[in-house]
């Protein structure tokens, strides 16, 4: 499910990423999507998470280009 949500964000031209916390319970899956319109410093998001969470980037916001 959270791929499909991330999927429509990266649509959007949104940069994407997503915490998931480190559950021992293999039937439990907690995550939480951002979408961003601006560049996110990997280290920076991954403190916010703290030691319970990990981070992967989904998609990379596309680059704007001038005509």
């Known amino acids: 499910m959270p791929a499909r949500i991330a999927?429509?964000?990266k649509a959007q031209?949104?940069?994407v990423w997503m915490f998931m916390?480190?559950?021992p319970s293999p039937?439990?899956?907690n995550a939480v999507i951002l979408a961003?319109?601006?560049r996110e410093r990997?280290?920076?998001l991954a403190a916010i998470?703290?030691?319970g969470w990990s981070l992967a980037r989904l998609t990379r916001?596309?680059?704007c280009v001038d005509s």
Do not use: I, P, Y
Request: aromatic share 4%.
């Open 36 to 38: 961003s319109t601006r």
């Open 42 to 44: 990997s280290s920076a």
């Open 61 to 63: 916001r596309a680059a």
């Open 21 to 23: 916390e480190n559950v």
């Open 13 to 15: 031209g949104l940069e």
């Open 27 to 29: 039937q439990e899956l």
């Open 49 to 51: 998470g703290g030691e």
């Open 7 to 9: 999927d429509k964000f």
